[in-house]
């Protein structure tokens, strides 16, 4: 589904469904930030709770934990985001 990273192939391989008519735009990082939002601050929450963690520490931490999930979610956010899209004959799809 994907040329690049974040970039949509112009068309599907094997159906040859063209995937460049999507219009996800900022979507799928708004989700990806709500959800790692949702994920990452009760768990900063519960350590600093449970664990007496430096704070020099929780600062290389907490960023290089939300920088690693969100690259993790954005290609499958984005792929979900265009596939509701299809479904749902939105954007170029129609
Ligand atoms: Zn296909």
Do not use: T
Not at 13 to 20: A, F, V
Not at 25 to 49: K, S
Not at 54 to 61: C, R, S, T
């Amino acid at each position: 589904m994907f040329a690049r990273f974040l970039k949509a192939a112009p068309a599907c391989p094997n159906c040859g469904l063209r995937l460049d008519a999507h219009q996800a735009d900022d979507f799928p990082a708004y989700i990806v930030i709500l959800a790692l939002g949702h994920i990452l601050v009760p768990l900063m929450i519960e350590v600093n709770a449970a664990l007496a963690i430096p704070l020099l520490w929780q600062a290389l931490i907490w960023p290089g934990l939300a920088i690693l999930l969100a690259l993790a979610m954005i290609q499958p956010v984005k792929g979900a985001v265009i596939a509701v899209q299809w479904s749902r004959r939105m954007a170029g799809f129609s």
